[in-house]
């Protein structure tokens, strides 16, 4: 993987052509049922943590986004977004990409060691999907049986057209799962690093702010965010590939690796008796309030995961 100025390659991710079929994943697939299962949520910040990792999106974030303003609201945003493009049907995942590629355009400037960097640039758009290819696969390893051999490489071959959707070229995009892992591995090894945006989302982690709803009393947020960051950041740090918690100075213990472990065995207790359908409601809830909320285009308020055919 280059290591290339980020700015030094001026394209950017573009729609592949009408005839290349791109295709949001299917109602039933594999990528529908698993990609927003309730324990994958668990690793969220950790998948954030990887991506703004990653030195123009850590640079991006700094500059143009409101997370350590609002990290709330930016958290629903995000989730609303994925959940549309995985949960919301053909038309408006079309139309969610479309409008993401819009906002990042405008995104673009010199980071504090001086090297410009331009928000869609292939490289950094591509590690941001391999994050989220990456993250469910490992959330259900830890926390419930995992995926077989077959499922893994199907699930991948989904999220592929999923990248596409998202604007991603095929020659961004590995051909499989183990030369996607070998991708991802080298990313890590050689392109990721502390930033100001990496502390942000640590501190973030640690001392999480309030929701900004009335019916969230201060006294009682208190000692919740104490237990819920604690649990965060054990999660979190215990799921970093090893190479890189080093380099961020991040310590990591027997000790946690234990407790992680445990609260692992205590998810997939409390998850077995759900039935699979409703480990993916709340994604799917999210999914259809951002497809028909007021001033969404009602051409995309179609059922969840209906395609431009159906």
Not at 105 to 129: F, N, S
Not at 247 to 256: A, D, M
């Amino acid at each position: 993987m280059s290591t290339a100025n980020a700015a030094d390659t001026p394209t950017e991710p573009a729609p592949e052509p009408a005839s290349a079929q791109l295709r949001a994943p299917r109602r039933g697939g594999i990528v529908w049922r698993h990609f927003g299962d309730t324990r994958a949520f668990l690793t969220s910040p950790q998948l954030l943590l990887l991506q703004v990792a990653h030195p123009v999106v850590g640079a991006g974030v700094e500059d143009h986004s409101d997370f350590r303003a609002r990290p709330w609201q930016r958290l629903l945003r995000t989730v609303g977004s994925l959940g549309t493009v995985i949960y919301g049907g053909q038309a408006a995942a079309t139309a969610e990409a479309r409008r993401l590629r819009e906002v990042h355009r405008g995104m673009k400037g010199v980071d504090d060691r001086g090297r410009r960097y331009h928000a869609l640039h292939p490289e950094a758009y591509h590690w941001v999907h391999a994050t989220l290819v990456r993250g469910p696969v490992e959330a259900l390893k830890l926390f419930g049986k995992g995926l077989t051999e077959q499922q893994t490489a199907e699930y991948y071959r989904e999220m592929r057209e999923v990248g596409r959707v998202w604007g991603l070229k095929e020659r961004h995009l590995p051909p499989d799962w183990p030369a996607f892992c070998a991708y991802y591995d080298d990313m890590v090894e050689n392109r990721l690093e502390m930033n100001r945006s990496v502390r942000d989302v640590l501190d973030e982690l640690a001392r999480p702010q309030k929701p900004p709803v009335w019916w969230v009393p201060a006294p009682l947020w208190r000692p919740f965010a104490a237990v819920a960051a604690r649990c965060a950041l054990l999660v979190t740090v215990g799921t970093l590939p090893p190479v890189l918690r080093e380099r961020l100075g991040l310590v990591w213990t027997r000790r946690q690796e234990r407790r992680l472990r445990r609260f692992a065995r205590v998810v997939r207790f409390l998850m077995a008796p759900v039935p699979p359908p409703l480990r993916i409601a709340p994604a799917l809830f999210l999914a259809y309030w951002h497809t028909h909320r007021p001033g969404t285009d009602p051409r995309t308020r179609r059922p969840l995961g209906a395609s431009y055919d159906e």
